[in-house]
């Protein structure tokens, strides 16, 4: 599954955007405030809703108010989000709309839609929608000839602020539902700390990095035990990245937890986390989350530079990269122009604050960027240099 347009209406400072064409790597650039933090929070804030509801989602922003854009309050929230998935072996381009508003002040979805086209012509169908806590999935998605012959199954929801997606999407009768929701369910929007990913940690059941990194540890030894040909890989990219790290390992302690230790050629005692270096252990998160074995249909990571030398960021992209030519998807947000030299100019979008408002563009629908690319300059050098700043496609 791949995500290839969002439209993002009343949603703090996205009054109304839309960005088509989102390739499988993609990296947003921007002044600090423009809203990049705010772009990945919509992948949180679903996430949130299909987890709790959208009342409870909400109220983690500081409730409705807060979330709508300044002066939208008596307008909805409208995410669409377009996504390209295989739907019994045939790939469809789906589109999910939800609608969230207030009613006698509390938050409701107004509308939730699930719908794609079957044939190359005709409209989509709506295979799931609801309104206001009531509404209809069908059963039969691919098995129909004619609208007569839809089987449609109609539904009360207990609250008009649970999404539809969250039971239905349980059920593989439901199928483009049921895609959706793993796909939300799976998707990691990274808030890595490394205090957090420092220190012994309980020696508990984990196959996939945390947001916060916080289970580094248990992962590593998951992966060391379960899929040690990947464990090799990730400490083969370790080496290359790092200098001088030659082994790591996730080893007990004395009262039952785990830590992680770190070889360095240069010394005969490996040294524990706390340490190594911030950049270290940044560099082994990420790759733990890159060389995941069951990968995350798409990745958020914001600034990935931070903590880490300049020199490595080039590498770090192609990884990224990498990661997505392997079928992920991946979402990043930077202010670093070394690691920008690294993206390909397709995969670059800015965004831009007027008035409070942003608005995105894409770096190719500039025809100055795309000459300045081919004649030799890196996207990193352009960016450090304003060249991005009030071209205009």
């Known amino acids: 599954m791949k995500i290839v347009s969002i439209k993002i209406k009343n949603y703090r400072v996205f009054e109304n955007i839309e960005i088509k064409n989102i390739p499988a790597f993609c990296v947003m650039i921007g002044a600090n405030g423009t809203g990049k933090s705010t772009l990945f929070d919509i992948f949180g804030f679903l996430r949130d809703a299909l987890k709790n509801n959208i009342r409870q989602a909400l109220q983690i922003r500081g409730g409705f108010n807060e979330v709508v854009t300044r002066g939208k309050q008596n307008e909805d929230i409208e995410i669409e989000l377009k ?74 929801l207990e609250s008009a602020d649970i999404l539809a997606l969250k039971g239905l999407g349980q059920f593989q009768r439901f199928k483009a539902a049921n895609a959706f929701r793993s796909l939300i369910e799976n998707w990691h929007v990274s808030d890595f700390h490394i205090s957090d990913a420092r220190g012994s940690k309980d020696a508990l059941y984990a196959e996939h990095l945390s947001p916060t990194g916080d289970n580094m540890a248990v992962v590593a030894q998951y992966i060391y035990q379960e899929h040690p040909e990947v464990f090799e890989e990730i400490l083969k990219r370790m080496q290359a990245r790092v200098p001088g790290v030659s082994k790591v390992e996730a080893k007990n302690t004395e009262d039952g937890r785990l830590i992680l230790k770190f070889q360095d050629q240069a010394f005969k005692d490996p040294f524990i986390d706390r340490y190594v270096s911030d950049g270290t252990m940044k560099m082994f998160a990420y790759l733990i989350l890159l060389f995941d074995p069951k990968p995350h249909p798409l990745l958020c990571v914001e600034e990935p530079e931070n903590q880490l030398y300049p020199s490595l960021l080039q590498k770090l992209a192609e990884e990224f990269a990498s990661y997505a030519h392997r079928g992920g998807q ?64």
Do not use: C
């Not at 806590?133 to 199954?153: M, V």
């Not at 390909?344 to 995105?360: A, V, Y």
């Not at 894409?362 to 996207?379: F, R």
């Open 83 to 156: 996504f390209r998935m295989e739907i019994l072996s045939t790939e469809r381009l789906v589109t999910y709309v939800l609608v969230v508003g207030q009613h006698r002040q509390k938050p409701i979805i107004k509308r939730e839609i699930l719908r794609y086209k079957r044939g190359e012509y005709g409209s989509p169908f709506h295979f799931l929608d609801f309104q206001h806590g009531q509404g209809y999935a069908i059963k039969n998605e691919e098995d129909f000839k004619s609208d007569e012959e839809l089987e449609r199954e109609e539904q009360q």
């Open 330 to 393: 991946v979402f990043v947000s930077t202010h670093s122009p070394y690691f920008l030299n690294a993206v390909p100019l397709d995969s670059i979008f800015w965004l831009i604050k007027d008035q409070g408002i942003t608005k995105i563009q894409k770096a190719t629908d500039s025809e100055t960027l795309i000459n300045l690319v081919e004649a030799g300059d890196l996207p990193g050098y352009l960016w450090n240099q304003g060249w991005f700043e009030g071209v205009a496609p």
